[in-house]
């Protein structure tokens, strides 16, 4: 499932592209990434806490929910003062997905395991989208909708998928201590 969603998430250099392509001058685009690290920084820890208390799963899905609106809000939209709405809100998807997903990570393997585990998802998650880079900058074409468009209805279709799955998945009980 991460690894699916990673092969459709390409880096934010290309969302910012698509910023500059809708109108925004290069101040704004900084701008809008100021935004949008601003929202990041600001729901991150709240998104963590609130992963201490649901399913991180849960928490994951709705970072998917995030993105999905982020990338389907820029492929449709035509007005450049839009991407200072959205980014923000894409944001939200980078608070419930980084330190939750590697949380979660962590649930599914033993203690002594950990740093193969977290270096295993992070290995996986940058050959994903390196991928991805490669396959939405070949797509992006004129405007970049094409990618964008693809990535948000496969984001909003592992939503949708995940809170079924994730019942499938039991977190790695601690060996018993003597």
């Known amino acids: 499932m991460l ?14 592209l698509r910023a500059h392509e809708l109108g925004l001058s290069t101040a ?3 701008g809008a990434y100021a935004v949008y690290n601003l ?11 609130l992963s201490d208390r649901l399913p991180r799963p849960l928490v994951f899905t709705a970072g998917l929910v995030f993105v999905a609106v982020g990338y389907l809000g820029l ?12 980014l923000p809100l894409y944001g939200g998807f980078a608070a419930c997905t980084d330190g939750v997903g590697k949380a979660w990570i962590s649930t599914l393997v033993h203690d002594h395991q950990q740093g193969s585990a977290q270096g295993l998802y992070q290995g996986v998650t ?16 004129s405007d970049g909708q094409v ?25 790695v009980p601690s060996p018993p201590t003597s």
Do not use: K
Request: proline share 7%; charged share 0%.
């Open 75 to 86: 492929g449709l939209i035509h007005a450049p003062w839009l991407v200072f709405v959205l």
């Open 39 to 49: 929202a990041y920084v600001a729901l991150s820890y709240p998104a963590g806490a």
């Open 126 to 141: 940058g050959a994903a989208v390196l991928l991805a880079v490669l396959w939405a900058g070949l797509a992006w074409g």
């Open 28 to 30: 704004g685009v900084v």
């Open 147 to 171: 990618p964008l468009l693809l990535s948000g209805a496969t984001a909003l279709l592992l939503a949708a998928a995940l809170p079924a799955l994730r019942h499938s998945q039991t977190p």
């Open 3 to 16: 690894l699916v969603f990673n092969l459709v998430n390409f880096p934010d250099a290309l969302l910012l």
